[in-house]
């Protein structure tokens, strides 16, 4: 693989991200430096700027005795980055959704009406993942807090979604996601800041129910 010598750092933390992603790495393996240097022909310098990278964003721990390797998240972490989650869109979004605008409402809108065209196509959750991300950054869309909305998509629930992704992805049918995201669709056609507040925490704990419960079961079974 060839990269330009300013973004080795970059296109290694993605190449890392990406395995990460696809399960190749799982959470709790170790992260080795020189297979990875070898197989992006680069020297580690750039390899160990990337794993900071990745440190920062929480998805590599470093321990003396033990090295560089992907975090893992206890079930009950994992649920609880999801509780965390909903309460913060939550608030966020009910605070929020007095101000949408047409702008604000036609961008929704559009996001539904993908979610409605691809739902019939969907094998599985990953043709879905995009507009899932799409969906949920849309309601916050009205939000000013760029801090809140920082933790709230980035701090908690996708960190658990992204190192558990070969999970995430089989915890609905398509069918199920689509109908658990037109019960917040609705809701938000009502207005009603408190209804969307709970239907949005509620979404995040069934979603921290499911991945906590899988993760530990394919843990027993590994």
């Avoid at 959470?27 to 240097?37: D, H, K, L, W």
């Avoid at 949920?136 to 992704?165: G, P, Q, V, W």
């Avoid at 995430?168 to 049918?173: A, E």
Wanted: glycine fraction near 4%; charge should be negative.
């Amino acid at each position: 693989m060839q990269f330009k010598k300013e973004t080795y750092s970059i296109k290694a933390a993605e190449y890392i991200r990406g395995l990460i992603r696809s399960g190749v790495l799982q959470p709790g393996q170790p992260v080795r430096e020189a297979q990875i240097s070898e197989k992006l022909n680069i020297s580690r310098a750039p390899i160990r700027e990337a794993l900071l990278m990745l440190a920062h964003q929480g998805l590599i721990c470093s321990e003396p005795q033990k090295g560089k390797y992907v975090r893992s998240m206890s079930a009950k972490e994992i649920y609880d980055s999801y509780v965390v989650a909903g309460i913060l869109e939550g608030a966020a979004v009910a605070h929020s959704l007095p101000s949408w605008t047409n702008k604000e409402r036609d961008a929704f809108a559009e996001v539904v009406r993908r979610l409605d065209d691809q739902v019939n196509y969907a094998a599985h959750l990953d043709t879905l993942a995009e507009i899932d991300e799409a969906f949920h950054m849309t309601l916050l869309s009205a939000c000013t807090n760029e801090r809140l909305i920082d933790i709230a998509r980035t701090s908690c629930s996708s960190l658990a979604k992204f190192l558990y992704y070969t999970y995430w992805r089989t915890l609905f049918t398509p069918k199920e996601f689509y109908d658990r995201h037109m019960i917040i669709a609705d809701t938000v056609a009502t207005g009603d800041g408190r209804s969307i507040e709970m239907v949005l925490r509620r979404h995040y704990e069934e979603v921290g129910e499911r991945l906590s419960l899988l993760v530990h079961e394919g843990h027993e079974v590994h």
